[in-house]
């Protein structure tokens, strides 16, 4: 059985298997053919923070799969009694739920969780930490709409921060081959000290210079601190609008993880216009989803063919 808790300690066959299969199910279920029968399993969505499309996602990757959901949220649970995380956790393995995809504020609760869960573990979300989906997510609506990852220069802009958005695709894109780059003020980038793999840029211009890809974040609010940045100034500055997307490669694509600030990080003309993939993304969220539900307890579809 497998848990996945980050992309930085997967190694690039599991992330080009995950993608494969995800690509499979993705073909299965576009064409209106049947998912092969693979033995049912009942998975915890355990959210101990908002969510809409990664929360609806699991759960209709479950349903496509046949696996059963049981749905538990923080707010709804014992934990506002005084439970600790450990003795929830327990509580589920012994309501004989066989996986948890669980989303939770602490960066690093996904691993205390497997430690005492003992069976597979997905990280929907880890404070500022990972969110590893979120960027197979990603890397399959990239590879819809240019054919590669290799040699692809992608731009993330915004709150890279407080964002384990922006951590996830580092990794996996730089992993995959593509320059990325973080773009932001000094407030919400982190320093080029950095372990991250990626190349640190505070002029949104330069930044943005011959990008295939840019990626907008939101200002993540319920993890900073008061004051941080001012909102009319990273309008102006960092927004992902028409003027600021003439400094990319023509034929760029344009990606948000949602939720978003409409007006904000990015404009509404570029959100719903031709070169944003903001919908492909979340419908590609449904299928690697399907595809790290089934890689948990092995159940891999056939393989699609190298996608490299
Ligand atoms: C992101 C998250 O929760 O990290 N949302 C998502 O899952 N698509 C990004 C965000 O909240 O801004």
């Not at 960027?135 to 709150?159: C, F, N, Q, S």
Request: charge should be positive; proline fraction near 4%; glycine fraction near 8%.
């Amino acid at each position: 059985m497998n848990s996945l808790f980050t992309i930085r300690n997967l190694s690039v066959d599991v992330i080009n298997d995950l993608l494969s299969s995800a690509r499979v199910y993705k073909n299965l279920i576009e064409s209106g053919l049947q998912v092969p029968e693979i033995p049912k399993h009942t998975v915890g969505l355990l959210f101990f923070e908002n969510s809409t499309r990664t929360r609806v996602s699991f759960e209709q990757a479950a349903n496509y799969l046949g696996y059963k959901c049981i749905n538990f949220s923080g707010s709804g649970s014992s934990m506002k009694k005084g439970e600790t995380l450990k003795d929830t956790i327990l509580t589920l393995k012994h309501e004989r739920l066989e996986a948890v995809v669980m989303r939770h504020e602490a960066s690093g609760a996904c691993n205390l969780a497997a430690k005492y869960f003992e069976g597979p573990v997905i990280n929907a979300g880890d404070g500022r930490h990972e969110h590893p989906t979120q960027a197979l997510a990603d890397a399959l609506t990239i590879l819809d709409r240019k054919g590669k990852i290799k040699g692809l220069k992608v731009a993330i802009v915004g709150d890279v921060t407080n964002s384990r958005v922006a951590r996830s695709n580092a990794w996996l894109l730089s992993k995959l081959g593509a320059e990325v780059r973080f773009v932001g003020p000094r407030t919400l980038v982190p320093g080029q000290s950095s372990t991250l793999p990626a190349t640190v840029y505070h002029d949104l211009r330069s930044g943005l210079i011959d990008t295939d890809v840019v990626m907008a974040l939101r200002l993540q609010r319920e993890r900073m601190d008061n004051g941080v940045v001012s909102v009319s100034e990273f309008r102006r500055l960092y927004q992902v609008n028409r003027g600021s997307l003439r400094a990319c490669a023509p034929d760029a694509i344009v990606m948000h993880p949602g939720p978003l600030n409409r007006g904000v990080e990015i404009d509404d003309l570029t959100a719903d216009g031709p070169s944003s993939t903001i919908n492909e993304q979340v419908t590609n969220g449904i299928y690697v989803r399907m595809a790290a539900l089934a890689w948990a307890f092995e159940n891999v579809p056939a393989k699609a063919g190298s996608l490299k």
